[in-house]
């Protein structure tokens, strides 16, 4: 279906930005209209059919997810996109969640914005065709199993998968996404297929088919396919009636949320693992605070110093936390503006040894740093490729030895920089290595104990070089040293 005139909603709180969105949109023939704040736009949205809204997440009188959730409630076949200048992990997951197409942020140019519009009304076609396929679907299911046509089509580039199952109990059509999503080498035709089913899809079919009067109504139910979260469907059972109102079977729509489900143990992890590593400093410098405070302890002044220096130590190591963890959401959500220039490698490194000249000092390490051959420079961010050899060069200093030794060397091939750094260190063990570039991950032994840190560095480096199309890799043994190696593309 064409939409020569595709209906556009635009909910901003900023006038000019409206008036240039809707000056740009007019001229590329949409027919759009404009929202002030979230009261006019739900009005606005609520009575009218549109192809496409687009809401600010931050409006003056209402949350975007507020507007976002009240329209999808009354037209939930429009397309919603969201956009913001303060996104985050959480909104643009929760966006989703309440039925938003897309989510991007602003400042966007007219390009960008146009880019998206067109997408939503791709999307827009897409569920238009589905609305009609639906219909045609119910008057004859039969029919559709054995259609080769444009709707059969449609139903094959669906990526949730689909089921229709008679009154008869058997499958009367199915498209390919059912056999990834149900983990099946084949189906056939005629086939009884509820007893192959896993057994809570089966038994919400089973109770539909056997209601002498089924409600209309839609049954959901989550699904294990593989083992240890790898495969989570979504399978939801409704019936199907003759365009008389009789009842002709059973449609199942399968979906696979195994991302979703994998977003919430991982947030739920994450949240539990930084409170666990603010908890400890917190109550130790709340312990010192109680001491000091006390008018019935008598606490000797070099004592006194002594616990405010181990308080400042722990809230030292409590603000690199937080630091590091906003580096990391900076850089999951693109929030970082990058500022590529051309810059050499050797002098990154010698100013990342010169911070870190005194505790080379102190465990009277020595540095070898190697340039056998010009080493040609690189456009990239500064602070992105200072931030990965700091951190590199800092644990190869934390988790040396006394007396030992740091090397510094260079590969050039016609792709790539690399630039690996080994140290005499405690090295790492084989399952160790697996885990290494994994937020908060630190190997403990009896070496390590003593070492302080947030274990969040690494993670911060695989970032950050994935993000400059680079490659990290490490090769350790323990109780000998670890050698990184990065990989920069320069061509």
């Known amino acids: 279906m064409d939409i020569d005139y595709p209906k556009i909603l635009f909910i901003d709180d900023e006038k000019g930005l409206r008036l240039g969105t809707e000056k ?6 949409f027919d759009v209209i404009c929202a002030e704040n979230a009261e006019k736009g739900i009005s606005l949205g609520s009575q009218n059919d549109f192809d496409v809204v687009l809401i600010d997440l931050n ?15 009354k037209k939930p076949n429009s397309v919603y996109i969201i956009f913001t200048a303060y996104g985050t992990y959480e909104s643009a997951i929760q966006a989703a969640k309440l039925g938003a197409f897309n989510y991007f942020t602003k400042p966007f140019t007219p390009k960008e914005l146009l880019h998206q519009i067109e997408k939503g009304i791709r ?8 609305l009609e396929l639906k219909k045609e679907r119910e008057r004859n299911l039969t029919t559709i199993a054995h259609e080769k046509s444009r709707l059969n089509t449609i139903i094959e580039a669906i990526s949730s998968g689909v089921l229709l199952i008679n009154k008869e109990r058997k499958l009367v059509y199915y498209n390919k996404a059912c056999l990834q999503k149900l983990n099946f080498d084949e189906l056939k035709i005629e086939d009884e297929i509820i007893e192959k089913l896993p057994a809570n899809i089966a038994k919400l079919v089973n109770e539909i088919l056997a209601s002498e009067n089924p409600k209309g109504k839609s ?35 399968l979906k696979n949320i195994t991302g979703l489900k994998q977003i919430e143990t991982i947030k739920s992890q994450f949240v539990s693992m930084v409170a666990h590593e603010l908890k400890t400093p917190l109550a130790a410098v709340l312990g010192y605070l109680d001491i000091l405070t006390n008018d019935s302890l008598v606490v000797p002044l070099d004592k006194q110093k002594q616990y405010l220096q181990r308080s400042l130590l722990r809230l030292k190591g409590s603000l690199d936390l937080v ?31 010169d911070i870190l000249e005194l505790e080379i000092k102190k465990k009277s ?48 091939n016609k792709n790539f920089i690399s630039v690996s750094i080994s140290d005499t260190g405690i090295g790492l063990k084989d399952d160790e290595k697996q885990n290494l570039f994994q937020q908060f991950y630190r190997a403990k032994n009896k070496h390590t104990k003593l070492v302080s840190g947030t274990g969040l560095g690494l993670s911060i480096v695989k970032r950050l070089v994935d993000a400059n199309q680079g490659k990290i890799n490490v090769e350790s043994v323990y109780n000998e040293g670890s050698n990184f190696t990065v990989h920069f593309p320069f061509k």
Do not use: M
């Open 24 to 29: 740009l949109l007019k001229k590329k023939k």
């Open 59 to 73: 409006l003056p009188d209402k949350n975007g997810l507020i507007v976002l959730k009240e329209l999808v409630s």
């Open 123 to 130: 999307q827009r076609k897409l569920i238009i065709e589905s």
């Open 219 to 253: 049954y959901t139910t989550e699904v294990e396919i593989h083992p240890n979260n790898e495969l989570i469907i979504e399978a939801t059972c409704t019936r199907v009636p003759h365009p008389d109102g009789t009842f002709a079977g059973v449609v199942v729509v």
């Open 323 to 353: 630091n590091d963890l906003l580096d990391i959401s900076r850089i999951d959500t693109n929030h970082i503006v990058k500022q590529t220039e051309f810059v050499s490698i050797p002098e990154v490194i010698k100013s990342c040894l």
């Open 365 to 412: 390490i020595s540095i070898n740093h190697n340039k056998i051959f010009e080493i040609p420079e690189i456009k990239i961010d500064r602070n992105d490729i200072t931030k990965i050899f700091s951190n590199l060069l800092s644990n190869a200093v934390k988790y040396n030895i006394e007396n030992g030794k740091i090397n510094i060397n260079y590969l050039l």
